[in-house]
């Protein structure tokens, strides 16, 4: 979702790290890129007689573009606030046969945000371009028959985007046997600068560590755990993320999973004690049409006792994107395409409803209920919403969502996501709803 990088180019929200250009590190991205380049045409070089140098490379080139609209986002009716953006991009992906044992991957993108409309803040005025280096990595094989290796700026993703989405620049070792896969890595986010053009490179020292397990339990089951630590080399925020997850298919009708997290570490002086959940399942119906049902919860922890030395609120890992699937074929905000908020000192109750007019398009009609653990007057955590919560009462309110997707032709996808918040008590009887638009498509060459 691009809603907080607009809100963040429009003025409304500071753009974190945002700092004047510093050439040391975006010189040291271009001299990484040229070295890379540089090894990749020694080895390339050395086996031109056995194979055509243009073989070995395999290109992708994709155009995605959307509008997108975020309205009321103050709870203020008497406010027009509203900002509605064009956001293309154009992709270029390349894959590498370096040599039997060593591939390399490297994507381009270029991307804009364009504000068609600002309401009645017209001095908002700044747009935005850029030429990313989104991924840039080479694979090491075999290093023995279990082990592989991945060096360079690289996707971490799992399945429901609820640890981490993001391109980390970094180390990641990948042991498999049998049933059995873990990883190892050791990544920062953006040590250089991901923009060709300008430097973007973070001006935060956060060394990530992780070590994840996945076991096959049988065919239709599968469970895995996990560390996570966040080494804040500037600041003295340092948590640690444990977890268990779980996921499979109950039956053939019944999709379900599991996610236990856990977090410790020290935000200052203060001891983290937090910890959250997040289950459920889809049923699909052996009728026309395919309809689905979805039920779930998440529950996050709150802290009902903010003046200890012990916080527990549960956190996000600040890597995470809560963007996933039910029965559908696109993906959307499983927490609430408008509100969008972490699981942190929250409970919500999600019910959701699909079709499947075709194999290649779905139609997803999704409720959520919002309630805080402990009652603050506090911005939600990771939410898009402008205004804090009263601390009186508990009752965020409640969303609708509605998504489609439609996978048109083999290269064609286009999408929509409308969602709509209603605030409760937790915000004040005076409060109004607030509602979000996403409208877009990708075609990939």
């Known amino acids: 979702m691009t809603y907080v990088k ?12 945002r700092q004047p250009r510093r050439w040391g590190r975006n010189t040291a991205s271009m001299l990484s890129l040229a070295l890379l380049a540089s090894l990749s045409g020694f080895v390339f070089a050395q086996s031109s007689e056995d194979e055509a140098f243009l073989d070995r490379f395999e290109f992708e080139v994709w155009v995605d573009a959307s509008f997108e609209r975020l309205g009321n986002m103050d709870l203020d009716s008497r406010r027009s606030d509203g900002l509605s953006a064009v956001v293309p991009e154009l992709g270029l992906g390349i894959d590498i046969d370096v040599s039997e044992n060593i591939d390399g991957y490297m994507s381009l993108l270029a991307e804009g945000w364009q504000a068609v409309d600002r309401g009645r803040e017209r001095s908002l005025e700044e747009n935005e371009s850029s030429l990313n280096v989104s991924e840039l990595y080479f694979d090491f094989y075999e290093i023995t028959d279990e082990l592989s290796f991945r060096v360079g ?27 059995l896969s873990l990883e190892l890595s050791a990544s920062r986010e953006r040590e250089f600068t991901r923009d060709i053009f300008d430097n973007d490179a973070s001006e935060e020292r956060v060394n990530n560590y992780i070590v994840y397990g996945n076991y096959q339990l049988t065919d239709d089951h599968q469970a895995g755990a996990y560390a996570l630590v966040r080494d804040d080399q500037l600041d003295s925020v340092n948590p640690i993320f444990y977890g268990l997850r779980a996921s499979g298919a109950a039956t053939d009708s019944l999709d379900y999973w599991l996610d236990l997290g856990h977090v410790r570490g020290r935000d200052g002086s203060d001891r983290l004690r937090g ?33 200890s030395d012990v916080d527990r609120q549960f956190r996000q890992t600040g890597l995470h994107d809560n963007n996933g699937l039910f029965n559908g074929v696109q993906d959307f905000s499983y927490y609430g395409e408008t509100l969008d908020p972490d699981l942190s000192n929250l409970k919500i109750v999600t019910a959701g409803l699909g079709i499947r007019p075709s194999q290649l398009s779905s139609v997803d009609l999704i409720y959520h209920h919002y309630e805080q653990d402990v009652a603050t007057d506090d911005i939600l955590e990771g939410s898009l919403l402008l205004v804090p919560t009263n601390g009186e009462s508990r009752d965020v309110g409640q969303a609708i969502d509605l998504v489609l997707g439609y996978d048109a032709f083999e290269d064609l996808r286009l999408r929509s996501r409308l969602g709509y918040f209603m605030p409760g008590d937790a915000f004040g009887n005076s409060a109004s709803d607030a509602y979000s638009l996403v409208l877009g498509f990708e075609y990939t060459f």
């Open 6 to 17: 607009n809100l963040a180019v429009a003025g409304i929200v500071p753009i974190p790290g």
């Open 153 to 179: 700026r690289q996707a971490f993703a799992d399945t429901r985007e609820w640890l981490y989405a993001e391109e980390l620049d970094g180390i990641r070792a990948f042991y498999d046997y049998d049933d």
């Open 275 to 307: 910890y959250g959940v997040d289950l459920g399942g889809t049923y699909r119906f052996d009728r026309p049409l395919e309809p689905s049902l979805t039920l779930a919860y998440a529950f996050g922890s709150g802290d009902s006792n903010p003046d």
